[in-house]
């Protein structure tokens, strides 16, 4: 009895974490080449839930672009995206980060 409470416990209390994919854009032969890369980086995340296969916002990759986008009005150079995912007990949280630097 003891293992399949400690076994069920673990099933509603675990959770994985996955990466699916990395990917980094090109960089612009317009880049300065004086750009300091640390004080210059931005970042964004935003999320998708999904209960029991019911996706509930579509639109979070697209969200994160923007929100890019209105941290760095001028030009967006060296985007890297990570799209991962979060699974938990019958819903899981997919997760796009975004960071890029800001030719300013």
């Not at 004080?39 to 839930?49: R, S």
């Amino acid at each position: 009895m003891k293992k399949i409470l400690l076994l069920l416990s673990m099933t509603l209390a675990g959770c994985t974490h996955s990466i699916h994919m990395s990917h980094m854009s090109d960089v612009s032969a317009n880049t300065p080449k004086s750009i300091n890369l640390n004080k210059h980086i931005v970042e964004v995340t935003t999320e998708q839930t999904v209960v029991l296969g019911f996706v509930f916002d579509i639109d979070y990759v697209d969200q994160a672009y923007q929100q890019l986008q209105e941290k760095c009005p001028t030009e967006i150079v060296a985007v890297n995206t990570q799209y991962s995912t979060s699974h938990r007990f019958l819903h899981w949280t997919n997760k796009i980060r975004m960071k890029a630097v800001c030719a300013s």
